[in-house]
């Protein structure tokens, strides 16, 4: 008795050593230990040479060790089948997975939050209005009435063949729905889209975005309007740019100015974004017009104001770098991946 169970001690062993490589290997260990022919079954068989006292004591100790030499069979098996998936789909489990993308916010809502907060910080606050507007308040409040050949200025998109409904060339229609909303003071900023109907190259589009910006209280001056301006162009921008200012004609204000930043793309050298001028317009800007306060229901003897419409798409291109207007709306992802 001491002989068999000193056997099945070495065969544990040579089962805990055993190296399954591939399904013949399993094959022929099943053979080996677990066949009809098999040892477990041929060990088994010593029973009937075994004294019966010892009956017992033999039969458990072949127990357990049928019991190991099965459990090893399936875990050689199963191994040896995720090996074999492995190769048969090409697949290797084992590598990492691939990071997902992160997507990104585009440069114009960027920076049109930045533009947002450096007037949040002065006491601004933020209104929207439709981009489908009526004459009223794009052009006739704003002091264009029909035939007012300042109309000319804006190319229109009308809404079908009703020439009362425009998508709204600029911000400055908002203007006018809070002035006729009637609370005062009003220190407001309306940022959106705007539509112009102008062929499309590097530095124009038939659509971008402005800022808006409405102050009207008593006494509102014109150095109100250029400290905020300044105070924007620093905040923006850093301390190194220069501003200019220079007279301009809009309806809707008196006096009216624009005002152009230099052009840091080229450092001022002259490039296609500043029209080898050294400067790029960032802005339209004046005091409004009495006639459009009193159009808005309000007293031009006793309130003022100063307001602003600022392009959002030149001052990305100038923060950024960005060369030509079209690389904002194509929705190219090799561009738009540089902003992650
Ligand atoms: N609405 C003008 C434009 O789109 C910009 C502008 C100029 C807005 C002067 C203003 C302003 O509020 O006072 O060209």
């Not at 090996?83 to 920076?111: K, R, V």
């Not at 606050?125 to 264009?144: C, K, M, Q, R, Y």
């Not at 960032?282 to 017009?289: A, D, E, P, R, S």
């Amino acid at each position: 008795m001491q002989e068999i169970l000193d056997r099945i001690e070495k065969l544990k062993t040579e089962i805990r050593e055993a190296a399954i490589k591939n399904q013949d290997d399993l094959e022929k260990y099943r053979i080996r230990f677990l066949g009809t022919k098999g040892l477990v079954k041929e060990l088994m068989g010593e029973m009937k040479n075994v004294s019966n006292d010892l009956k017992k004591e033999f039969g458990q100790r072949m127990n357990e060790f049928k019991v190991f030499a099965e459990s090893k069979y399936q875990e050689f098996k199963s191994s040896h089948e995720e090996q074999d998936g492995n190769a048969s789909t090409g697949i290797d489990f084992s590598l990492p997975a691939y990071p997902s993308e992160s997507g990104a916010l585009h440069p114009i809502h960027t920076t049109m939050q930045k533009m947002i907060s450096i007037f949040e910080k002065i006491g601004f606050t933020v209104a929207e209005g439709p981009e489908i507007e009526d004459d009223w308040h794009n052009f006739s409040a704003l002091n264009l009435p029909e035939n007012h050949p300042a109309r000319d200025m804006q190319d229109t998109f009308y809404i079908s063949k009703d020439p009362d409904w425009v998508l709204r060339t600029h911000t400055s229609s908002v203007q006018v729905r809070v002035m006729e909303s009637g609370k005062l003071p009003i220190r407001q900023i309306f940022p959106g889209r705007v539509y112009r109907n102008e062929t499309i190259s590097a530095r124009s589009h038939c659509f971008f975005h402005q800022i808006e910006g409405l102050y009207i209280d008593e006494q509102v001056s014109f150095a109100d309007l250029k400290q905020t301006l300044y105070y924007f162009v620093k905040e923006m921008f850093g301390p190194e740019v220069k501003v200019r200012f220079r007279p301009s004609y809009f309806p809707f204000t008196e006096p009216s100015a624009e005002m152009d930043v230099s052009c840091f793309i080229c450092d001022s050298k002259g490039c296609n974004v500043c029209k080898h001028s050294g400067w790029v317009e960032i802005l339209g800007c004046g005091m409004v017009h009495p006639n459009v306060l009193r159009n808005a229901g309000i007293d031009p003897d006793k309130y003022s104001g100063l307001a602003w419409g600022m392009g959002v798409e030149r001052t990305t291109m100038m923060q950024y770098g960005i060369k030509d207007i079209r690389l904002l709306s194509e929705n190219d992802l090799r561009f738009l991946k540089q902003f992650r």
